[in-house]
């Protein structure tokens, strides 16, 4: 043994694991500051267009017109479960593009059984610096 490594040199001490920075880990880009809205809004609107959770929860965060889409689209829950009885959906991965400093335009696969459906939605952040849903995609449905 030699004198730096030895034992009780460093006796008591503990020190943290290193840290993967591996970039294939689950959820690698989730925790990025622009991945949080946009990874939080795909699924509060999934759970939404699911049946999972009611409309009137996405008031706060959405401009009207993707508030009224989504009023007009939750009762016939689009992004249920393929069977009925089946596994609820997920989001399988959501990315984004940012035409401009506070607009975030942003797409999310939505997987239910193998079923494989897209969800496209934009945000924008408000003078208050909170992100809002401003427009939402599915299938032809447009706001």
Do not use: K
């Not at 920075?21 to 795909?42: C, H, K, L, Q």
């Amino acid at each position: 043994m030699n004198r730096t490594t030895g034992p009780g040199r460093n006796a008591g001490r503990r020190s943290a694991p290193p840290r993967r920075t591996d970039s294939r880990r689950p959820g690698g880009g989730y925790r990025t500051r622009a991945g949080i809205p946009r990874y939080w809004f795909a699924e509060q609107l999934l759970l939404t267009l699911s049946g999972q959770r009611p409309v009137h929860r996405m008031i706060g965060h959405t401009l009207p017109a993707a508030y009224d889409l989504l009023a007009e689209l939750a009762p016939r829950a689009p992004l249920r479960p393929a069977a009925p009885g089946g596994r609820a959906p997920v989001v399988h991965r959501c990315d984004e593009f940012q035409p401009r400093p506070g607009v975030i335009e942003a797409y999310a696969r939505i997987v239910s059984g193998d079923r494989l459906e897209a969800l496209a939605f934009r945000l924008e952040q408000g003078t208050d610096r909170r992100w809002r849903c401003s427009a939402v995609e599915l299938g032809c449905a447009r706001a």
